[in-house]
């Protein structure tokens, strides 16, 4: 009747809802995943920095068929996200890649896929807490960023991190990850 294997389906969230649906499913013991990035917002008096969702409108969770159907029910989700008629999915590895990003949200922010450059060579980030990240390279003005694709929800992240933690690899065969300086 209904498919008992969990999947990580992406569902889209009503604006400025995902902190509060990651709340309400994780109360539900639902797998829950909502990556974050750091943010600098200046008012009139002061800066501050703030922790925000990664990509805005978007929610993960490992779900089989009957929970997304109750995740649907939950105050703040709008739909699950589907291509084609078909249910989008992230991969394990997807998902994994994003958790690695997490350990350093500070050096995080999201980008338009219009923003990746040309494809170059295969790297791996060797050093730090974002160690495991692979992407490709073009050199810019001294500073390296990661970008990450997440295709099925046409979004990017791009993450900060010195030259010398890159080292050259074969490219990703689960994620489409770019890495260049700026």
């Known amino acids: ?12 969230t009503r604006s400025r809802a995902e902190k509060r649906v990651e709340e309400s499913l994780e109360r539900r013991a639902v797998e829950v995943f909502l990556p974050k990035c750091a943010e600098v917002h200046q008012w009139k008096d002061r800066k ?7 990509f805005p409108g978007y929610i993960f969770a490992h779900v ?13 989700v709008v739909r699950t996200l589907t291509m084609d008629g078909q249910l989008c999915a992230l991969s394990q590895d997807e998902i994994e890649q994003l958790r ?13 896929i219009s923003q990746i ?7 791996t980030i060797n050093r730090g807490a974002l160690s495991g990240l692979s ?20 979004q990017a992240v791009r993450v900060i991190v010195p030259a ?8 990703s065969d689960y994620l489409y990850i770019r890495t260049y300086r700026q």
Request: glycine fraction near 4%; aromatic fraction near 6%; charged fraction near 30%.
């Open 117 to 123: 450059p040309e494809k170059g060579t295969h790297v």
């Open 135 to 154: 992407g490709e390279v073009r050199n810019h003005r001294g500073l390296t960023h990661v970008v990450i694709v997440v295709e099925a929800i046409k």
């Open 1 to 12: 009747m209904f498919d008992r294997s969990p999947a990580w389906r992406i569902f889209c």
């Open 48 to 54: 501050k920095q703030v922790i925000l969702p990664l």
């Open 100 to 112: 690695i990003l997490q350990q350093d949200p500070y050096r995080v922010e999201a980008v338009a």
């Open 164 to 171: 010398e933690w890159i080292e050259e690899t074969k490219a």
């Open 64 to 76: 089989n068929e009957r929970e997304r159907l109750d995740v649907l029910t939950v105050d703040g």
